[in-house]
């Protein structure tokens, strides 16, 4: 599987210092019987040069659980622009335990994340509650 994803960004000062801000978001995957492995080397821009732009990639390793159920292990890492990576010791890498549910109109995911470095936020929780706007009906 692959793909990509575009976000456009209008931040509220007390989200991010910057007030316009992108990401490109490449998904690279595969599926497997029971399980799917994804890839995002994420970049993100402030629109502040090439060189700034910062590398934020993203893995997730995810088991059915059911047929609506997955279970999952996720990383997010921000190792900073391009042009001069973070030292490690800044670098900020988190890892989120996760539970997905396919619904018929909404899907639920949930995670609970935890830092792996001193930069990285020491607990944080996520919640996605999304619904596709286009599903189309499966053909008999």
């Known amino acids: 599987m692959y793909g990509a994803n575009v976000?456009?960004?209008?931040?509220?000062k007390r989200w991010d210092?910057?007030?316009?801000?992108?990401?490109?978001?490449?998904i690279i995957g595969w599926h497997f019987k029971s399980a799917d492995l994804i890839f995002n080397p994420i970049i993100d821009t402030?629109?502040?040069?090439?060189?700034?732009?910062?590398?934020?990639?993203?893995?997730?390793?995810?088991f059915d659980a059911g047929p609506k159920w997955?279970?999952?292990?996720?990383?997010?890492?921000?190792f900073g622009h391009f042009e001069d990576f973070l030292p490690a010791s800044e670098q900020s890498h988190q890892i989120y335990a996760v539970v997905d549910r396919a619904g018929k109109t909404w899907d639920f995911?949930?995670?609970?994340?935890?830092g792996l470095t001193d930069a990285s936020d020491s607990l944080t929780f996520k919640m996605i509650l999304a619904r596709d706007l286009w599903k189309?009906?499966?053909r008999s």
């Open 46 to 62: 402030a629109y502040d040069g090439f060189g700034r732009l910062e590398f934020v990639p993203a893995v997730r390793l995810a």
């Open 70 to 78: 997955q279970v999952a292990v996720e990383e997010y890492s921000n």
């Open 136 to 138: 189309r009906k499966a």
């Open 109 to 114: 995911e949930f995670g609970v994340g935890f």
């Open 7 to 12: 976000e456009f960004s209008y931040n509220a």
């Open 17 to 26: 210092s910057t007030r316009i801000t992108s990401e490109i978001r490449p």
